[in-house]
């Protein structure tokens, strides 16, 4: 099993800065990728970013690119979503999700076995 720990949400301004931690522990060595997903009011589950575990590539949503970044920290078992320039649209209920097999859609829910409770992100105008 592995158990997932999610911090950093809250309220900011738009044009602010936001950064989400997710802290894996359990059987972390089987996670081969860690992602980000965003649930906005009226709106669908939908992808962020994500970060394969035993190189560090990163993939993204095309509206995420060159404003938001996932990271990793090998050491603390930790990924990262840092969140720049945010706007209204990107209030959402943010998940930090876990993949322990080799997945072929980084973006598709259904790839991932174990899932954070969510955060709640607030962007005001």
């Known amino acids: 099993q592995v158990q997932l720990v999610e911090s950093g949400g809250g309220l900011v301004q738009a044009g602010g800065s936001l950064r989400l931690s997710c802290a894996a522990s359990?059987?972390?060595?089987?996670?081969?990728?860690l992602g980000w997903f965003r649930q906005a009011p009226g709106k669908e589950r939908e992808s962020v970013a994500a970060?394969?575990?035993?190189?560090?590539?990163?993939y993204y949503a095309d509206s995420m690119k060159g404003r938001f970044t996932i990271s990793r920290d090998n050491a603390k078992n930790t990924v990262y979503l840092e969140m720049n320039s945010l706007k209204p649209e990107d209030t959402a209920v943010y998940y930090c999700?876990?993949?322990?097999?080799?997945?072929?859609?980084?973006?598709?829910?259904?790839?991932?076995?174990?899932w954070g409770q969510g955060t709640q992100v607030t962007v005001s105008s």
């Open positions: 999700a876990a993949a322990t097999h080799i997945i072929s859609s980084w973006s598709q829910l259904y790839e991932y076995n174990f």
């Open positions: 359990g059987v972390t060595f089987s996670i081969s990728t």
């Open positions: 970060i394969r575990w035993s190189d560090g590539s990163t």
